[in-house]
């Protein structure tokens, strides 16, 4: 069975870091891309992030690009999120999805999230 | 970037009753998926690719269409149904997804 548990969530203020992680289990991690969707409360999904299987493609949401950085260990089947210069309009739950296959695809599986909440 | 545009906002209905809800993409897209999301849940894959069914999908639950009109239709509402409906493209990055769709018990 397919897990994915995220961690590393918490309050925090405006300008600060936080990293968010994800950890795998239950398919063979180094065969998909992965990747990060939020969802501010009572808000609609807002993709933030995706990185190939290898690390050799990824890609960012323009409202994050350049604040957030996505990276993966498959040696330890884990995902990861560095997100720094964190602003009131991060504040969301962080959820971590899988690809359904090994190309451009839909997202087959989700963790349950981790909340960030950025304030003073 | 592709804007992904649902419509209803919201749909009210009666357990039973066909529910039709509506996708339109601002350029052709091949990848179209659909999920549910119930409060407090994450999102659950329904339907990729416009008209397959994820593993363990009930069949009351369809996609259609193609290019840039895409439509999931619930055929006979069950009391588990009513919950938010997102689409979503991966043709390119970023993966957009629409507003969604509440589908409200009426």
């Known amino acids: 069975e397919v897990q994915l548990v995220e961690s590393g969530g918490g309050l925090i203020q405006p300008g600060r870091s936080l990293r968010l992680s994800c950890a795998a289990s239950g398919f063979t991690f180094d065969d998909y891309s992965m990747h990060w969707v939020r969802q501010a409360p009572g808000k609609g999904l807002e993709w933030v992030s995706g990185i190939s299987w290898n690390s050799d493609l990824i890609f960012y949401a323009d409202s994050v690009k350049g604040r957030f950085t996505i990276s993966r260990d498959n040696a330890k089947n884990s995902l990861y999120l560095q997100m720094n210069s964190l602003r009131d309009e991060d504040t969301a739950l962080y959820y971590c999805a899988k690809d359904r296959n090994s190309g451009p695809s839909s997202f087959d599986s989700w963790g349950l999230g981790t909340l960030v909440t950025v304030s003073s | 970037e592709i804007l992904l545009t649902q419509s209803p906002g919201t749909l009210s209905l009666s357990p039973g009753e066909r529910a039709t809800l509506s996708c339109r993409a601002s350029?052709?897209?091949?990848?179209l998926a659909w999920y549910q999301q119930k409060p407090g849940q994450p999102p659950r894959l329904l339907i990729y690719?416009?008209?397959s069914r994820a593993t363990g999908i009930p069949d009351r639950f369809s996609g259609s269409g193609s290019g840039t009109d895409f439509t999931l239709t619930i055929s006979r509402l069950q009391p588990e149904d009513f919950a938010v409906y997102y689409c979503?493209?991966?043709?390119?990055?970023?993966?957009?997804f629409g507003q969604g769709t509440k589908v409200e018990i009426k």
């Open positions: 350029q052709s897209v091949s990848t």
């Open positions: 690719g416009a008209s």
């Open positions: 979503q493209q991966s043709d390119i990055s970023p993966r957009t």
